[in-house]
């Protein structure tokens, strides 16, 4: 396993995140293809063989489920707290990002994983209706109390990055540290304005949906899986780009043929390239963590890169949550309830 820094702290990390979406019960209101607490502890299992003891999660995954399997997992392992970073976030709760929900939230959070601190806690959208310096002064506020280490945002607009990180400094602050961005071949939007803020700011990439949902694993858009045939989140993201992103994932199969390694590989080794520091995999079974881990092994040449990223045309914005009374065009997804990841 390859490992890193992440942003400007002194935290470890390996260039593979493992993703607490794929964890927990099912529920009729949210994703049918989560796997049980036998089936996370056996992926945990073979990730901490493997050195990928950096997971991130969600209050809101599975309803909290997430966060208890993870948290069971890593004990009935014998893990040691201080051998894994946790990452976990808030939100898509009551309250959003306010101090009264920030400090109700961690508490469900530290609880429900069984720990009493997290690695690093993320704002898991931008907040319309909380001040940046209520938010602000709340995130510090844990991680003076210990019960945080670092500090992440998720998908927002590069000037709301820019502008949470200004009243951190003009404050005395904590500043986020990492960015967990919808982020891969078939969606290139953050290189505008989102990803040279984080460069700016010396943040770490932690991208969601690396894989684009399963579509940069295989040369066909549609395939049998329960995922695919129940996701709505996923047909929300892309089924309205499927004309411009098929050139793209046809592009992946070449490389991947002529490297002769999966499709996925080669759209995990797009981000290294890229200088992502820890894209975020979901796994559904052990050995779905070898899989990314062999990833690690590829080096795109300069000519795979520009073959992959040249056909790649403009999206309409999709995961963040847009302005108030934001007009989009006509078909744009960015009015769409985000998804959660």
Not at 85 to 98: P, R, T
Not at 256 to 277: D, I, S
Not at 307 to 330: N, T
């Amino acid at each position: 396993m390859e490992y890193t820094t992440l942003g400007q702290t002194d935290i470890t990390i390996p260039r593979l995140c493992l993703g607490g979406m794929s964890f927990g019960k099912v529920f009729p209101d949210f994703h049918q293809w989560v796997i049980d607490e036998e089936g996370t502890q056996a992926v945990i299992a073979r990730a901490v063989d493997l050195g990928v003891n950096f997971i991130d999660t969600a209050n809101t995954y599975a309803h909290g489920t997430s966060e208890e399997y993870i948290g069971e997992s890593l004990r009935n392992l014998g893990v040691a707290r201080e051998d894994v970073v946790l990452a976990s976030k808030v939100f898509f709760n009551e309250g959003h990002l306010s101090r009264e929900a920030i400090n109700r939230e961690i508490e469900g959070t530290l609880k429900r994983l069984g720990t009493d601190y997290l690695d690093l806690y993320i704002i898991h959208r931008f907040d319309y209706d909380t001040p940046i310096e209520e938010t602000m002064e709340a995130l510090d506020g844990l991680v003076k109390t210990g019960k945080v280490r670092a500090l992440g945002a998720s998908a927002m607009y590069g000037y709301q990055l820019h502008d949470m990180q200004v009243v951190a400094d003009q404050n005395g602050w904590t500043r986020f540290s990492s960015m967990q961005n919808h982020y891969n071949l078939l969606y290139r939007e953050d290189e505008r304005e989102l990803i040279p803020v984080t460069q700016e700011y010396g943040m770490s990439l932690t991208p969601y949906s690396p894989l684009a949902s399963g579509h940069l694993t295989r040369p066909t858009w549609d395939s049998d899986s329960i995922r695919s045939t129940t996701d709505g989140t996923m047909r929300n993201k892309y089924d309205a780009t499927r004309e411009l992103d098929m050139p793209v994932i046809e592009r992946v199969a070449q490389v991947a043929e002529r490297h002769e390694v999966p499709m996925a590989h080669v759209a995990l080794a797009w981000h290294w390239a890229t200088g992502v520091a820890a894209p975020i995999v979901g796994c559904s079974r052990p050995s779905r963590v070898d899989d990314a881990v062999r990833a690690l092994d590829l080096e795109l040449t300069a000519e795979d890169l520009e073959l992959l990223e040249e056909a790649y045309r403009p999206h309409e914005l999709v995961g963040l949550i847009p302005r108030p009374g934001e007009r989009a065009l006509a078909g744009s997804t960015a009015t769409r309830v985000p998804d959660r990841r």
